[in-house]
Each structure stands twice: as C-alpha cells, then as structure tokens.
C-alpha cells in the first residue's frame, strides 16, 4: 500500500522547526510526510548547491513532491537540482531573485546583512527578559517554540544566501503560494502564485487548513 501514496517532504522555514508544519493535515492513506531539519553548513562560505547537495541525500523516495517554506523554499527549489520531483510547492516564499523587495535588495547592495544579530536569535531565552508588552512576549514565544537552530554560523550563512540566491528562472513543476499580507516577501513583487487573504509570512501556523486543502487539491 506504501507505493501507492504521495511521499511529501517538508522544509521548514529558516532556522525553524519541522514542528511548523504540525497543523497541516492530509488524507494519511494517501500520503506519507517526511519531515527533513536544517543541517550545519561545513562552513560560512559553503555555497547553497553544496548544501543542496547534501540534503538531496536524505531524500530517498523516488518522485518525492518537495514542499518548502521561506528560505526552506528556496531550499527545495535547489535540492530538486538533484532529484526528480513529482511537484515543488513553495509557501510564504521566491521563486527567483527577481522577488525579493527591494529594501532587501537594497541590504545586499550594500551588504548590510553583516550586521544581522546572530548572537541575540542564538540566545533568544536571555533575550525573553526584555520583552514588553503582550505582542513581543506572544513573538519571543513563537520564536522559543519554532525556532530551533541558533548555530551563529548557520545564521548568518542562512541570510547571506537568502540576499544572494542567483536563480533568475524558476522550475516549470513549481506551485507558489503567497500570503497576502506576508511582509518579508510581499506578494506585489511576486508573479504565478495562489494568494492567501490575510495570510502573513507565519501563515503556515495561522492559515494551516486553507494550506493544506489547497494542497490536497494540487495532489
């Protein structure tokens, strides 16, 4: 019966949890979910078709659909380089460097990113103590609960990449969708996707049965 069912592997956001995709259901007698976590670059400068590479490996079903959220997404789009997957579905996501907004394109240019705190999301339990007000203590709580790598190294690699991805032309087997009020990656600078009203970049935990019925759909 095994063979008969979608194997769908799920990459979560950067330097989250597979734990995000918790609220997702699927027709479990037709599909068999794998759930692949981020591994430490060998070091800051190792490219992201390098990594690709290496998490390619623990794909290791034939014709997988590959799904994959934020820079998870840009992820699965270089890790199918490899593979030969059924679908790519990207959420709260780019399909090429065209999409990214330009205020991030802007902190490229001038590789501004260098500045990113590493250190303060690698020690986000000493950070808790100066959370104020009810929305930063609910934010610190997501972060402490989804957020589990806090290698510096990996972090700062992770936002290098997400600024620097080249790609210029997406795959043709790839379904985007987008929230549209995702404020990372704004659903103006993006072409070709299925909107989500009032979703936002988080909307994998927030909008999780609209997601997963369109999914289903696509399957």
């Known amino acids: 019966m095994n063979n008969t069912k979608t194997h769908i592997y799920l990459m979560p956001g950067l330097a989250a949890s597979p734990k995000i995709f918790n609220n997702l ?16 670059p060998l070091s800051e400068k190792e490219k992201l078709e390098d990594y690709a590479k290496r998490m390619s490996e623990l794909v290791t079903e034939a014709n997988p ?37 330009k205020r991030l394109k802007l902190i490229q240019k001038t590789k501004a990113y260098k500045l990113f705190p590493a250190k303060a999301i690698s020690n986000i339990e000493a950070f808790s103590v100066f959370a104020f007000g009810e929305f930063a203590k609910k934010r610190v709580k997501l972060y402490q609960e989804y957020l589990s790598v806090r290698d510096e190294k990996y972090l700062k690699w992770a936002v290098f990449n ?49 997601i997963s019925k369109i999914i289903t759909d696509i399957l």
């Open 25 to 40: 259901i699927f027709p479990k007698n037709k599909v068999e979910l794998h759930y692949l976590e981020w591994i430490l």
């Open 65 to 101: 659909v590959l799904i994959g959220v934020s820079f998870g997404g840009i992820l699965v789009q270089e890790i199918s380089k490899f593979l030969r997957p059924k679908k790519i579905i990207i959420i709260s996501s780019i399909k090429s460097s065209d999409e990214l907004p």
């Open 162 to 210: 997400v600024l620097n991805w080249k790609q210029k032309t997406s795959p043709k087997n790839i379904i985007h969708i987008q929230g549209e009020k995702d404020h990372i990656f704004p659903i103006k600078n993006i072409n070709n996707c299925i909107s989500i009203p009032n979703g936002t970049h988080i909307m994998i935990l927030t909008k999780a049965k609209r």
